[in-house]
């Protein structure tokens, strides 16, 4: 049951109400048990949708942390393998930038051949499973691609630096003393 009540009018209503509600508002076993006011029923379904955004966000930065973290060491172990390969590429008469264009290249490359097959997997997934559950409105084409792109994009970014960093120090160590472990 909702009551609207004018702006001068609301000060003390629910007691009041309350109050009254054992002589006056009852019918058979019939009561009123309580009075909440629309500010505090609002704040509550409030409070549930930022508690659940704040997860959301919570759980994608942890995802995101540790993809970063795995991307990064394995492409940073990767470069740091072949640092005999780069002394070698200088000496040959390479520019450093050459030398980190290719594994920037290397790098991108393996990503985009494994993207499109991430991506049909993925569709797949979310057309067996999720659509039958959100009934197809949530995960539309436009979306799924927008996505892609966008893992792609950080993805991109966390194989660059995971190459980068270490292609660099790589390329300033003098050819001798690289090729010397070999």
Known sequence: LCVRVRE?????????????????????NMYV?????????RDNVMRSEHQKDRNYITCMAFLLVNIFLGLLGTFWFRTQQRTADIAIRKVSGASGSNIFALLLGEGLILLS??????????????????????????????????????????????????????????????????????
Not at 33 to 41: G, H, K, L, T, W
């Open 8 to 28: 001068n009018m609301d000060n003390d209503f629910a007691e009041k109400l309350m109050a009254d509600s054992e002589k006056q508002l009852r019918v058979g």
């Open 33 to 41: 048990a309580d009075v909440s006011s629309f500010a505090d029923i």
């Open 113 to 182: 051949v494994v993207t499109p097959i991430a991506l049909i997997i993925d569709i797949n997934i979310a057309h067996n499973e999720l659509n039958f559950y959100l009934a197809g409105d949530y995960l539309t084409w436009p979306r799924m691609l927008f996505c892609g792109l966008v893992s792609y994009a950080a993805m991109a970014v966390m194989i660059c630096l995971g190459i980068a960093i270490p292609a660099w120090r790589a390329m300033h160590i003098a050819p001798a003393e690289a090729l010397r472990d070999e």
